[in-house]
């Protein structure tokens, strides 16, 4: 039986980052996408379309990646939920900052495809296996 | 600001531009430079400006002629002919990983006691856009880089450390 198609939440302020992200996600399987471009729209998304996973930004205006992530966190439901953060924040202290807020892992902008690719399968995938 | 945050621009530049996109650059000569009588004079079309605030506070600025800015934004998106906003989408993401990049080396290797922060990018398009620096700094570090053969853009950094 062909595996169940993924939802993913790509948020990212900047389609040229989402439409990275999500043909780096196409070579691996079979998604469909979910597109948003502030923590408000997708908290929205969160609740209403239940994704697999999410990819997420942290600068973004109105509501930032990090205030989406607390939010997200604070609901039972998706306290497991994969939620990725691909940011141009590269220092210590902000990698910490999500770390203490439960993301689930961290990559740092620009997005390597093979290390992409390796953290979403890791946490994506794990329950599949 | 000393040498060594000069390369973290320079790095990050690098990081962008040809990690990120494939898109090879060379370095040149960084300059110091008058922001009313050199920087006002200079013509781009492309500004893409952000701001970070914290134990520094200025700004960096991405300049590009369109044609520079143009063929960066048909290499990274595979298609010729991007129009303005998909030009400005991609020129606001390089000077976010450039500002990025460059706020973790000086906050991780300089050990600055406060967190560095910054604001989302801004771009500007038009004839002749300039951008606007804080009123109490007078000059900027100007990095121009090589790109397409002899084609050229700029980062240019201005920071006025805190009282």
């Known amino acids: 039986m062909p595996p169940r198609q993924l939802v993913v939440l790509v948020v990212d302020d900047r389609k040229v980052m989402r439409n990275i992200i999500k043909n780096m996600l196409s070579n691996l399987c079979q998604c469909t ?27 973004m205006p109105e509501v930032n990646g990090l205030e989406f992530l607390k939010k997200a966190r604070a609901l039972p439901e998706y306290k497991n ?29 620009p997005v390597n495809e093979a ?15 | 600001m000393d040498k060594g945050y ?31 009588s050199e920087y006002k004079n200079a013509s ?14 200025g700004l960096v600025t991405l300049n590009f002629e369109k044609s520079v ?5 048909a290499i990274v998106n595979e298609r010729e002919n991007p129009s303005d906003e998909e ?3 991609v020129v606001s993401e390089i000077v976010n990983i450039i500002a990025g990049r460059a706020k973790a080396n000086m906050q991780d290797e300089y050990n600055l006691a406060d967190k560095l922060v910054i604001a989302l990018p801004i771009v500007t398009s038009g ?11 007078k000059r900027l570090i100007d990095i121009p880089f090589g790109i397409f053969g002899d084609q050229r853009f700029e980062v240019c950094v201005a920071f006025s450390t805190r009282n």
């Open chain 1, 81 to 109: 939920l994969p939620i990725i953060m691909v940011t141009s924040e590269a220092a210590k202290s902000n990698v910490r900052e999500a770390v203490m807020a439960g993301v689930t892992d961290y990559i740092i902008k």
């Open chain 1, 115 to 129: 290390d992409l690719l390796s953290k979403f399968r890791k946490h994506v995938f794990k329950d599949q296996n």
């Open chain 1, 33 to 59: 996408f979910l597109d948003a471009t502030n923590g408000r729209d997708a908290e929205q998304l969160l609740l209403s379309a239940k994704p697999d996973a999410v990819m997420l930004d942290w600068n």
């Open chain 2, 6 to 36: 000069i390369e973290s621009f320079v790095a990050a530049t690098r990081v962008a531009l040809v990690e990120m996109f494939g898109i090879e650059i060379e370095c040149m000569t960084p300059n110091i430079i008058d922001i009313e």
């Open chain 2, 44 to 57: 781009w079309d492309f500004i893409a400006n952000i701001a970070i605030g914290g134990d520094f506070t």
């Open chain 2, 127 to 137: 004839k002749d856009v300039v951008s606007y620096f804080p009123k109490n700094v």
């Open chain 2, 87 to 89: 030009i400005a989408d």
């Open chain 2, 69 to 73: 800015a143009s063929r960066i934004a």
